[in-house]
């Protein structure tokens, strides 16, 4: 296999460029399907001038730099990526073109006023110096000062407001795409878990007899929310799940159904709320409509129709927790782990 390409060039927490003119964005979100995959890069890419073709992406850590603006934390949801991060990204893809511009002036020996950036590369004149070519050296110098630079003006963007294609697509369609269920290593065990059929239920006792039977489970566990079995791999452990004997307790929970649901929330709806804010007269302003329509909708009571099933992998080993899993919020992770 051939060795991947060292990084030469890491400006800030959002961007490293190779030798091999590889730009490698990382984010600072998750990417659940509204396509911050390919959004955030746009913004780099724009400010830096850079060859789109040499775009890849890849989740960042878990690190106080990548702190949503919104939550204080590390976190993802509510729309809140593409609008909280637009300035802080273009910002990130200016501070790496005016380094690379730096390090071009000193290369060429002229005055940094007489470069352009084109497409991936510094040109002056007819001479072109290709981002990698440049990368050592700008990573040398310190970052200049964010209040010296000026972002591009909207009239010239060429990548932000355009149709562009989204850059996980391919990886998803051929199964290259890694989730949190793609995590192997040597020693690993599966665990499932058995939960209430109710909100709030809890374990009044269980019999683990024939769940421990099957083969290649080698423990049957009571925690707070059920009943863990833990096996050599998944489906000895659904097969331990599925054997097990759970006599809950139910609680207040048991009384919650669908239709005493729906008949709470209509009758909540039939009340004032408060009022989060206003603009101009709506009562006036229907009262002057030549046709008004009025229409109730309601869903089932269900979470996100997330295709991976919810999934984690801890490995606790030397004194450290690795995690590894689909979530929105890592900052909320790590707190809950230690």
């Known amino acids: 296999a051939q060795a991947a390409v060292a990084p030469a060039f890491v400006p800030n927490a959002f961007l490293r460029i190779a030798a091999d003119d590889s730009i490698t964005v990382l984010l600072a979100h998750a990417e659940m399907g509204q396509s911050i995959w390919t959004t955030l890069p746009m913004l780099i890419a724009e400010e830096l001038d850079a060859d789109w073709s040499k775009i890849r992406v890849e989740h960042g850590p878990a690190d106080k730099a990548y702190t949503s603006p919104v939550f204080g934390m590390q976190g993802t949801g509510g729309s809140t990526t593409t609008w909280s991060e637009f300035d802080r990204y273009r910002q990130a893809g200016a501070t790496a073109r005016a380094m690379l511009l730096q390090a071009a002036a000193a290369k060429l020996n002229v005055p940094v006023t007489e470069l352009r950036t084109e497409n991936g590369a510094v040109v002056s004149g007819t001479q072109r110096l290709r981002y990698g070519e440049l990368a050592d050296a700008a990573g040398k110098l310190a970052p200049p000062d964010p209040a010296t630079l000026t972002l591009r003006d909207p009239k010239d963007w060429k990548l932000i407001g355009k149709a562009t294609k989204r850059l996980d697509t391919p990886e998803k369609i051929t199964g290259k795409a890694k989730f949190g ?67 809950w307790e139910a609680g207040e929970g048991a009384k919650l159904d669908s239709v005493a649901l729906r008949q709470q929330f209509s009758q909540l709806a039939t009340e004032d709320g408060p009022t989060a804010a206003r603009a101009g007269d709506v009562i006036a302003a229907l009262s002057k409509a030549t046709k008004t329509v009025d229409a109730e909708y309601a869903v089932p009571y269900l979470a996100h129709a997330a295709m991976e099933p919810l999934n984690c992998t801890v490995k606790i080993a030397d004194g450290e927790c690795d995690i590894w899993c689909g979530t929105q919020f890592p900052t909320l992770d790590q707190n809950s782990t230690a």
């Open 181 to 247: 269920m793609d995590i192997l290593f040597d020693g690993l065990l599966t665990a499932v878990e058995l939960r209430s059929p109710v909100f709030g239920g809890k374990v009044k006792s269980f019999d683990a007899t024939a769940a421990r039977a099957v083969a290649g489970v080698r423990d049957v566990v009571q925690i707070p929310s059920g009943v863990a079995v833990v096996a050599d791999h998944f489906w000895a452990a659904k097969l331990g799940r599925d054997a097990l004997q759970v006599i």
